[in-house]
């Protein structure tokens, strides 16, 4: 799997997923439409288990494409297929986030913040204005 393709919570995701076509339902609901080559390199397996399973959710509905001129077949999640891909993700993830993160490998940064780093953000109030204006408030 490219880690470049696929940003690190996505990515626990999709190496959680139990199955190929579960991790294109995940993919395609979060990524909305990919060329088929690009989900190749992002799921790493051979073109033809790809190909074999986008056709076999095809089939059932699931997912969809559409050829851009000139350019490879984009591969797109159905209604019912981002209904069912938001649904093993939002499972998936849940199962991935109550078990304890992976150790970074050496060289890859951490990806941890620091409690308290950020800096307090001003709340916005309604305030009352001179009543001749229109709505009698504004935005502090």
């Given at each position: 799997m490219d880690a470049d393709r696929l940003p690190p919570h996505l990515?626990?995701?999709?190496?959680?997923?139990?199955?190929?076509?579960?991790?294109?339902?995940?993919?395609?609901?979060?990524?909305?439409?990919?060329?088929?080559?690009?989900?190749?390199?992002m799921l790493g397996p051979d073109r033809s288990d790809l190909v074999t399973a986008l056709g076999r959710l095809s089939k059932a509905g699931l997912v969809s494409h559409h050829?851009?001129?000139?350019?490879?077949?984009?591969?797109?999640?159905?209604?019912?297929?981002?209904?069912?891909?938001?649904?093993?993700?939002?499972?998936?993830?849940?199962?991935?986030?109550?078990?304890?993160?992976?150790?970074?490998?050496?060289?890859e940064p951490d990806e941890a913040v620091e409690p308290g780093g950020h800096e307090r953000v001003k709340a916005r109030r309604r305030v009352p204005i001179d009543q001749n204006e229109k709505t009698g408030f504004s935005w502090d």
């Amino acid at each position: 799997m490219d880690a470049d393709r696929l940003p690190p919570h996505l990515r626990r995701v999709v190496e959680a997923a139990e199955s190929l076509d579960e991790q294109l339902l995940v993919v395609l609901f979060v990524q909305k439409a990919e060329p088929a080559p690009i989900l190749a390199e992002m799921l790493g397996p051979d073109r033809s288990d790809l190909v074999t399973a986008l056709g076999r959710l095809s089939k059932a509905g699931l997912v969809s494409h559409h050829r851009p001129e000139g350019e490879p077949i984009h591969w797109f999640a159905t209604r019912e297929g981002r209904t069912q891909g938001e649904r093993l993700h939002r499972s998936i993830a849940a199962r991935v986030l109550a078990e304890p993160a992976p150790e970074n490998a050496p060289g890859e940064p951490d990806e941890a913040v620091e409690p308290g780093g950020h800096e307090r953000v001003k709340a916005r109030r309604r305030v009352p204005i001179d009543q001749n204006e229109k709505t009698g408030f504004s935005w502090d």
